[in-house]
C-alpha cells in the first residue's frame, strides 16, 4: 500500500518506519527541514531501539521524509500522528491535528481534480479525546477538499477510521510490530478493510469497533495504566509506615491473573508525555460532559505528591535542606530514553533549589534535556553518577536506570551516607525506599 504519515514524532516516525519494514511505500511528512533531512539521510532525529536499522535499510528504497502533502495524492492511507499538547486547563489541544486534516483534504481535492481518483483512507494515530474523529477530522478533511475540488468532484471516495498506538518510548519499534491488539475503530466497509491490510504483515489479535469506543480505548489503557501506579504508590506509602516491603506485597498480589503483575511497581510516581498529559485530559473531559472523576482526580493527586515525598523522607533524615549538598541521580522519566516530559525529578528539583540545596546531578542521557529547564547556576551537572555523588550529604534517586543497579563504591565518596530511592533499582544495602 501507499502510506502517507502525517507527523514524524515518535508515533510517526516509528509508525512509518515500521509499515515501510513491513513492505509498505511511506512517506512521512514534517514541518521541521532538518527533520525531514535527517530522515531521508537514514539518521533517525529520536533514539529508538532498532530505528536506524530500519531508517538504513528503508530509505531510499520505501520510505522518505517530506515536508509538503504531495504524497497523498497517491496514497491509499493518510496516517494523522500529530502531537495534541495539553492546554492550560488539561484538554487537549486539537490544532495540528485539525490543521494536518485540513491539508489532507485539500491534497485529496487537488488530486481529484486532476483525474487522480482513487479511494483514500484518512486514519488518526494520535490520542484524540472520543468524537473528535468525526467532529474535527471529518469536517476538516471534507472542508479542504471542498478548497480545492468543484462540487461534482466532491462525490469522492474517502473512508475515515481511528487506530489508536499503544507504544511504550525506548520500546516502540518492538511494541509496533509484536503487538498486544490492533485497535481498528471505524464505521465497516472499506475503511475498515484498509486499515486491516495496512496491518497485514504484523500478527496478533484485531479489535473492530466504533471510531469513538477506538478513541476511548487509547485513554482508558493509560488511565488504567496510570491508575495502576498510583494505586500501587499508595499502597506502597501505607506498607511503608506500617513497616512492610510493599514490593513483596505486590509480587503476591500481581499472581492474582485478574490483576497481573505489570505496572505494579511503586516508586516516585509516572512522568513522561503520555500518562501525565491523558489522564488529565480524561478529568477534563469527564468534567464538561458533567461527571467529577473523583478517582482519576486521586490517581493524578498521589502521582503530584510522591515525588515530594522524596523531600519529606530527606527532610527527616537530614533536616534543613538549606546549604546541604544533594546528589540527584537520575532526570529522564524513565530509563533508556533521554525525554523529560514531566519527568518526576523536575519537581525534585524545584524542591530542592526552593529550599537552598547545593545540587549535583547525573543521567546517562537526559543532562541536556534537564539543563533547557534548570541552567548550570542552580545545579551542578556531572559526568558519572561518582561525581555526582562525591562530598554529597545525601542522594535522591529518581529514574530507573539499569546501570544504577551496579553502584556501589561509588556512594563511598559520599559525605554522609543517606542514600533514598525512589525507583526500587539499587542493590547496596543501606539505602531507604521511598516506600519501602
Ligand atoms: C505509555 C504507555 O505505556 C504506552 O502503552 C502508551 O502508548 C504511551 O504511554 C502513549 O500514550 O503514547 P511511556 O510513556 O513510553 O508509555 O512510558 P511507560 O513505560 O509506560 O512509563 C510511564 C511512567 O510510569 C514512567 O515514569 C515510569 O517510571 C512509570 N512507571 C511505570 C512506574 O512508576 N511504575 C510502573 O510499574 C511502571
Request: aromatic share 6%; hydrophobic share 40%.
Amino acid at each position: 500500500m501507499k502510506i502517507t504519515v502525517v507527523g514524524g514524532g515518535y508515533v510517526g516516525l516509528v509508525s512509518g518506519a515500521c509499515l515501510a519494514k513491513t513492505g509498505h511505500d511511506v512517506t512521512i511528512i514534517d514541518t521541521i527541514p532538518q527533520k525531514v533531512d535527517m530522515i531521508n539521510s537514514g539518521r533517525p532525529p529520536i533514539y529508538e531501539k532498532g530505528l536506524e536499522e530500519i531508517l538504513k535499510s528503508c530509505v531510499g528504497r520505501n520510505l522518505c521524509a517530506s515536508l509538503n502533502y504531495d504524497s497523498v495524492a497517491e496514497s491509499d492511507i493518510a496516517l494523522i500522528c500529530v502531537g495534541t499538547p495539553p492546554r492550560p486547563d488539561g484538554s487537549a489541544n486539537l490544532e495540528y491535528i485539525e490543521s494536518a486534516a485540513e491539508s489532507i483534504g485539500r491534497e485529496i481535492g487537488k488530486a481529484e481534480s486532476r483525474g487522480v481518483h482513487r479511494f483514500r483512507t484518512v486514519v488518526v494515530k494520535s490520542t484524540v479525546p472520543p468524537g473528535t474523529t468525526e467532529k474535527i477530522v471529518f469536517p476538516a478533511v471534507m472542508k479542504g477538499v471542498g478548497s480545492c475540488a468543484t462540487a461534482d468532484e466532491l462525490s469522492i471516495d474517502i473512508g475515515f477510521a481511528m487506530n489508536p498506538e499503544f507504544l511504550r518510548e525506548g520500546l516502540a519499534v518492538e511494541d509496533f510490530l509484536n503487538p498486544d491488539r490492533i485497535v481498528i475503530g471505524s464505521g465497516g466497509g472499506k475503511a475498515k478493510d484498509a486499515v486491516t491490510a495496512m496491518y497485514e504483515g504484523i500478527g496478533t489479535e484485531r479489535l473492530y469497533c466504533g471510531i469513538t469506543a477506538a478513541e476511548m480505548i487509547k485513554y482508558t489503557s493509560n488511565a488504567f495504566l496510570a491508575t495502576k501506579i498510583s494505586f500501587s504508590n499508595e499502597i506502597g506509602n501505607i506498607c511503608k509506615q506500617l513497616g512492610i516491603d510493599v514490593y513483596e506485597v505486590m509480587k503476591g498480589v500481581g499472581m492474582d491473573h485478574r490483576i497481573s503483575p505489570f505496572f505494579l511497581n511503586a516508586g516516585a510516581g509516572f512522568g513522561g508525555s503520555c500518562f501525565p498529559k491523558d489522564v488529565s485530559a480524561l478529568v477534563s473531559l469527564a468534567e464538561s460532559s458533567g461527571i467529577d472523576p473523583v478517582l482519576l482526580k486521586s490517581v493524578l493527586g498521589v502521582n503530584d505528591a510522591q515525588p515530594l515525598r522524596m523531600i519529606e523522607l530527606l527532610e527527616k533524615r537530614i533536616g534543613d535542606i538549606s546549604g546541604k549538598h544533594i546528589a540527584v541521580l537520575g532526570l529522564a522519566f524513565k530509563n533508556d530514553t533521554d525525554d523529560i516530559r514531566d519527568s518526576r525529578s523536575i519537581p525534585v528539583l524545584a524542591e530542592l533549589i526552593k529550599k537552598g540545596a547545593k545540587i549535583t546531578a547525573y543521567d546517562p542521557m537526559a543532562t541536556a534535556a534537564m539543563k533547557t529547564l534548570f541552567d548550570e547556576s542552580k545545579v551542578i551537572y556531572c559526568a558519572n553518577a561518582k561525581d555526582a555523588l562525591k562530598d554529597a550529604d545525601a542522594c535522591l534517586v529518581m529514574t530507573e536506570w539499569p546501570e544504577f543497579t551496579k553502584l556501589d563504591a561509588e556512594f563511598d565518596g559520599m559525605r554522609s551516607r543517606v542514600i533514598i530511592e525512589g525507583r526500587r533499582i539499587l542493590s547496596v544495602k543501606d539505602k531507604e525506599g521511598i516506600c519501602w
